[in-house]
């Protein structure tokens, strides 16, 4: 069983920056690949970025690509978003969400994750 608590939402002008944390429980963190999502009203929910258990590939949605970078720090059992040049239609619930993902592909796929978090509400406003 993981939970997951992100952390880092908040009110940000266009072209601001914040970076999001997603806090892991247990102790198998490393084993996970990690992604975050955003949903915003009246939207469904779409990938953001991936990273694998290991570090070493990511994947980002071509809305973020360039502004964004996601990392892990396993010895910490957490996972960041770093996001810069915000956009108004950046505004959105951020979900992180881990799942035991062998191909780094699956990383895009919301089906490929077990566990989700609350969400943490990130607005950029014009």
């Known amino acids: 069983q993981v939970q997951l608590v992100e952390s880092g939402g908040g009110l940000v002008q266009a072209g601001g920056s914040l970076r999001l944390s997603c806090a892991a429980s247990?102790?198998?963190?490393?084993?996970?690949?990690m992604g975050w999502f955003r949903q915003a009203l009246g939207k469904e929910r779409e990938f953001v970025a991936g990273?694998?258990?290991?570090?070493?590939?990511?994947y980002y949605a071509d809305s973020v690509k360039g502004r964004c970078t996601i990392s892990r720090d396993n010895a910490k059992n957490t996972v960041y978003l770093q996001m810069n040049s915000l956009k108004p239609e950046d505004t959105a619930v951020y979900y992180c969400?881990?799942?035991?993902?062998?191909?780094?592909?699956?990383?895009?796929?919301?089906?490929?994750?077990?566990?989700w978090g609350q969400g943490t509400q990130v607005t950029v406003s014009s």
């Open positions: 990273i694998t258990w290991s570090g070493d590939s990511t």
């Open positions: 969400a881990a799942g035991i993902i062998y191909f780094a592909m699956h990383l895009l796929k919301p089906g490929s994750y077990d566990y």
């Open positions: 247990g102790r198998t963190f490393s084993s996970y690949g």
